[in-house]
């Protein structure tokens, strides 16, 4: 029931400082999760969704991330050849995935800075927001749930997760006001990075978002903030005030799995889950990892 919902935006073209020195050439959302790049999961996910427009947002570095979804016909012309289709099939699974657009932030001004990109692309229409480093299980849909609440609402819509009080000033934090659903609530107030003590709930927003195109207007008038960066949490506090009749922001509680490659540790754990879970790689991986842990 969204129709009318075709684009996604993919801002990629964030520093990764977390990451370095990997990312010092090369975008963290190149980074391989097992067998694949995060961006690759990502833009399966958004297609999987019904989203088969696909603009993302690169920074220096760019490269890769256009060539990853493009065609290479030396190695499939190599593959042919060779007879082995298992391979060519793999190598071809992301070039006719979605209508792939880009374009360039130029200097990385921040997360909203990279959203306003889009608005030409855009155009007056709502679209889904998906960050690159951030995965979402394909087993645990929520991206549809979150279109279906953007039509169902008339509203922004953003992804919240329960998180450990000590870690939510890693999120931005929202003040919430249940709905008569139990899976959505109406964002009242967001604030970026709190410190614990100042953290309106433990409800943390996640890097999938479905927003109307007002967040562009509201972009322009948001001054930079934390870090001297454009936020889009800013924008999105302005949204949920709702002072200018743009329909509120409400949030999707997402309880199923997702995984933060944009982070040393959290990527090494999402590697090893997903492997865990393969058929190819998971019975060897699982019994080596518990041969490895009594050793620890
Ligand atoms: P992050 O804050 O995780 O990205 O932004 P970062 O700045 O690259 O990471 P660190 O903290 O230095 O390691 C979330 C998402 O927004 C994108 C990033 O690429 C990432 O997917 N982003 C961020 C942009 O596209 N442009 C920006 O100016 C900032």
New binding site residues.
Partial sequence: MHERITKAVI?????????LPATKAM???MLPVVDKPAIQYVVEEAVSAGLVDVLM?T?RNKNALENHFDRVAELEATLKAKGDDAKLMQVNASTGLAAMHYVR?GD????G??VHRARMHVGNEPFAVL????LIDERDPLLRRMLDEQVARDASIVALLEVDPDQIHLYGAAAVEPTDDPDVVRVTGLVEKPVREAAPSNYAVI?RYVLKPDVFDVLERTAPGRGG?IQLTDALMTMAKDVSGTGGVYGVVFRGRRYDT?DKLEYIKAVVQLAADRDDLGPDLRSWLVEYAVGL
């Fill in positions: 801002p990629a073209a964030g520093l990764g400082t977390r990451f975008p963290k959302e947002v920074g932030q990385p001004m921040g997360l800075h990279a960050l690159g480093d951030d890097g960066e944009g």
